[in-house]
């Protein structure tokens, strides 16, 4: 009976990353234009939320090879009543940006508390890489203490890798276009 309900607790679960990531995929099929990609942002960081993942800000850094950074591209609010995106530009080559330009080429996962990059940052980070950068999320940043991304939380994200990778695709179309 044990076995039983594990079993159908799985398939539940399944069922709900299932829905997300539908979820997710629906509203980047809906983009009119550039600026949509920032509704797929909060989208996606509700979305991680309502599977039980507690992250503070997600968001899309997009490499740059050439010039050796990473630009974070957009990144949710952070806090729990704030919707919205943020959008910035290029960072400056730095060893936390060579670090990152590295996991991404290698497709290796990048999952570290904040203080590794940054000796004054508190919480955690995970960089997941996509096709043209990296899916991250940060938990902890206001809260001192907060543990670390499990496993299962990091996989969670890697499924929605593919639909940002589709969502970013998307945005450079329409950016052309404009």
């Known amino acids: 009976r044990h076995l039983d309900l594990a079993a159908a607790e799985n398939r539940a679960l399944d ?3 299932s829905r997300a990531r ?3 995929r629906s509203v980047v099929s809906a983009m009119q ?3 949509d990609i ?3 942002v909060v989208v996606l960081r ?3 939320r309502s599977l039980g993942v507690e992250v503070d ?3 899309i850094n ?3 090879e050439e010039e050796g950074t990473i630009r974070a591209s957009w990144s949710s609010l952070v806090g729990d009543d704030e919707v919205g995106v943020t959008h910035g530009g290029h960072q400056t080559p730095s060893a936390s940006n060579a670090r990152l330009l590295e996991i991404w080429k290698s497709g290796e996962i990048w999952n570290r508390p904040r203080s590794e990059t940054n000796p004054t940052d508190q919480g955690w980070v995970v960089d997941v890489p996509f096709e043209f950068g990296t899916l991250a999320m940060n938990r902890g940043q206001e809260v001192a203490g907060a543990p670390a991304f499990t496993d299962d939380e990091v996989a969670t994200l890697q499924r929605f890798a593919d639909v ?3 969502g970013y695709t998307r945005f450079r179309d329409f950016e052309r276009l404009e």
């Open 15 to 17: 069922a709900e990353r």
């Open 22 to 24: 539908q979820h997710v």
């Open 33 to 35: 234009n550039a600026e």
């Open 38 to 40: 920032e509704d797929v």
């Open 46 to 48: 509700d979305e991680l």
């Open 57 to 59: 800000q997600v968001g």
């Open 62 to 64: 997009v490499a740059d």
């Open 164 to 166: 940002i990778s589709l």
